[in-house]
């Protein structure tokens, strides 16, 4: 079992940058403002040859009576409890403060190993300022400078020092690599109940669900399996409109969740049904499209609304989302339950049809079949011949198709061939890409 360290510490005292530096990544949202991480995240780390994970939580508050503050105060607890080492960050600038107190307290409380990192300390490693970080009773402070990298070699053999590492299989972990987990990104417009599917899914409240637009900031991604299928879920910040973008926050959050879309699997496209289908939503959606992603479309809140309004939904859905045809579409609702069991097929058929084997000889046939029933246009003298066809890729499915004249091929005949393909090899929930591939003649004048 690799060792869980959990990063805990007030507002802006560089958490996230450290993450960022112990786990060799850019995975954790960084600028210069308080309160920018709100839901823990978890990352993979190495020193040498010891492997273990890292917990970047949010600015701790820990007597907080409620309001978002509160829950963030709630994640930090629960990073606490999983962590095996804790490591306390302040900052030596601004000194010790009375909330560093407070968290100083609630650490001892919690019975765990913790250790005392002073950040912000670049060049001031002998600095007398670090002398009253002891009167916080956490122990020896561990000057490091997160945005430079110093001392951070020297707090992590302290934390790993107790840790027994034994040595990795290499059969499993080339096991590991064969059967790694389906990237799921939940995407869509803030507040429309991203994290607290995932949160049902869960079983625990793993993410900050507020009923607040943009609570969550960052893409957080969260392991999970499922009938002995491994999933990787990764909730995302809620895109808006990009006049409505004002924070310079929201601004890293939007790119993080293009990244996130860029990177997944499937991408559930969770709209609310009480609002219905926005412009932005379909924005969403051709970035998905665009991004050759396997795409599943969910309207939450289902049970909230009247035949009436699902009417309305269900039109502005055939209106707006039409260049996603392919795409299943679900009624669910997070919070009462309903609808998660068909969802969670309709997943798998979309992984499973972006990443199906479509064999040259059967593909061939099918493209011949469809010149029989109805040959491409004539342009001027020539008509496109089309000779075989092969796959070109996955996720999304690229089919090639080879021959003489083909870039005259029209848009309406690539959506023909695109249909048949479709109905043959049963894809639902991705897009399928054709291209079109002209043999050169080597008869052609060269001048």
Same mark, same amino acid.
């Given at each position: 079992?690799?060792?869980?360290?959990?990063? &805990?510490?007030?507002?802006?005292? /560089?958490?996230?940058?450290?993450?960022?530096?112990? @786990?060799?990544?850019?995975?954790?949202?960084?600028?210069?403002?308080?309160?920018?991480?709100? !839901?823990?995240?978890?990352?993979?780390?190495?020193?040498?040859?010891?492997?273990?994970?890292?917990?970047?939580?949010?600015?701790?508050?820990?007597?907080?009576?409620?309001?978002?503050?509160?829950?963030?105060?709630?994640?930090?607890?629960?990073?606490?409890?999983?962590?095996?080492?804790? &490591? %306390?960050?302040?900052?030596?600038?601004?000194?010790?403060?009375?909330?560093?107190?407070?968290?100083?307290?609630?650490?001892?409380?919690?019975?765990?190993?913790?250790?005392?990192?002073?950040?912000?300390?670049?060049?001031?490693? !002998?600095?007398?300022?670090?002398?009253?970080?002891?009167?916080?009773?956490?122990?020896?402070?561990?000057?490091?400078?997160?945005?430079?990298?110093?001392?951070?070699?020297?707090?992590?053999?302290?934390?790993?020092?107790?840790?027994?590492?034994?040595?990795?299989?290499?059969?499993?972990?080339?096991?590991?690599?064969?059967?790694?987990?389906?990237?799921?990104?939940?995407?869509?417009?803030?507040? &429309? /109940?991203?994290?607290?599917?995932?949160?049902?899914?869960? /079983?625990?409240?793993?993410?900050?669900?507020?009923?607040?637009?943009?609570?969550?900031?960052?893409?957080?991604?969260?392991?999970?399996?499922?009938?002995?299928?491994? %999933?990787?879920?990764?909730?995302?910040?809620?895109?808006?409109?990009?006049?409505?973008?004002?924070?310079?926050?929201?601004?890293?959050?939007? &790119?993080?969740?293009?990244?996130?879309?860029?990177?997944?699997?499937?991408?559930?496209?969770?709209?609310?049904?009480?609002?219905?289908?926005?412009?932005?939503?379909?924005?969403?959606? /051709?970035?998905?499209?665009?991004?050759?992603?396997?795409?599943?479309?969910?309207?939450?809140?289902?049970?909230?609304?009247?035949?009436?309004?699902?009417?309305?939904?269900?039109?502005?859905?055939?209106?707006?989302?039409?260049?996603?045809?392919?795409?299943?579409?679900?009624?669910?609702?997070?919070?009462?339950?309903?609808?998660?069991?068909?969802?969670?097929?309709?997943?798998?058929?979309?992984?499973?049809?972006?990443?199906?084997?479509?064999?040259?000889?059967?593909? @061939?046939?099918?493209?011949?079949?469809?010149?029989?029933?109805?040959?491409?246009?004539?342009?001027?003298? %020539?008509?496109?011949?089309?000779?075989?066809?092969?796959?070109?890729?996955?996720?999304?499915?690229?089919?090639?198709?080879?021959?003489?004249?083909?870039?005259?091929? @029209?848009?309406?005949?690539?959506?023909?061939?695109?249909?048949?393909?479709?109905?043959?090899?049963?894809?639902?929930?991705?897009?399928?890409?054709?291209?079109?591939?002209?043999?050169?003649?080597?008869?052609?004048?060269?001048?």
């Amino acid at each position: 079992m690799k060792p869980v360290v959990a990063l &805990v510490g007030r507002p802006n005292v /560089g958490k996230s940058t450290l993450f960022n530096r112990i @786990t060799k990544s850019r995975d954790a949202i960084v600028a210069d403002f308080a309160g920018l991480t709100r !839901d823990r995240h978890y990352g993979d780390a190495r020193l040498g040859s010891r492997e273990f994970i890292v917990i970047d939580t949010g600015g701790f508050e820990p007597d907080k009576p409620s309001g978002v503050v509160a829950e963030m105060a709630k994640q930090t607890k629960q990073a606490v409890a999983e962590a095996d080492a804790v &490591v %306390f960050v302040t900052d030596l600038r601004n000194g010790v403060s009375g909330q560093d107190h407070d968290i100083a307290r609630y650490l001892r409380q919690c019975n765990k190993r913790v250790f005392l990192a002073v950040n912000k300390a670049e060049g001031m490693s !002998d600095s007398p300022l670090l002398a009253e970080f002891h009167e916080l009773g956490i122990g020896e402070p561990h000057p490091i400078s997160s945005a430079h990298g110093q001392g951070i070699r020297s707090l992590l053999e302290a934390v790993l020092e107790t840790f027994v590492f034994g040595d990795e299989d290499e059969e499993a972990s080339d096991e590991e690599i064969a059967n790694r987990p389906i990237r799921l990104a939940v995407a869509g417009r803030p507040n &429309v /109940g991203k994290s607290t599917l995932i949160n049902t899914w869960l /079983g625990e409240e793993r993410l900050v669900a507020f009923d607040m637009p943009g609570t969550t900031r960052d893409a957080i991604s969260v392991p999970f399996e499922r009938l002995g299928q491994r %999933f990787e879920l990764i909730d995302t910040a809620g895109l808006r409109r990009k006049g409505k973008v004002f924070e310079a926050i929201e601004k890293f959050s939007v &790119v993080k969740t293009l990244q996130a879309i860029a990177d997944a699997n499937v991408v559930l496209l969770l709209v609310d049904a009480m609002q219905g289908v926005s412009e932005q939503d379909a924005h969403i959606a /051709g970035y998905v499209l665009d991004s050759g992603r396997a795409v599943v479309i969910a309207i939450n809140k289902w049970d909230a609304v009247d035949s009436y309004q699902r009417e309305i939904v269900e039109r502005s859905i055939a209106q707006r989302l039409a260049f996603l045809k392919f795409a299943p579409i679900l009624h669910i609702s997070a919070l009462k339950r309903q609808g998660l069991g068909p969802l969670w097929k309709a997943i798998a058929d979309a992984h499973a049809s972006a990443t199906r084997k479509m064999p040259t000889p059967v593909l @061939t046939r099918l493209v011949q079949e469809a010149v029989e029933h109805q040959a491409p246009k004539r342009a001027g003298h %020539f008509r496109p011949k089309l000779r075989y066809a092969h796959q070109g890729g996955m996720n999304p499915p690229v089919v090639v198709v080879h021959g003489n004249s083909l870039e005259h091929v @029209t848009d309406s005949y690539k959506r023909y061939l695109e249909g048949r393909i479709r109905d043959h090899f049963k894809l639902v929930g991705t897009p399928l890409r054709i291209e079109m591939k002209s043999s050169h003649n080597p008869f052609v004048d060269k001048e």
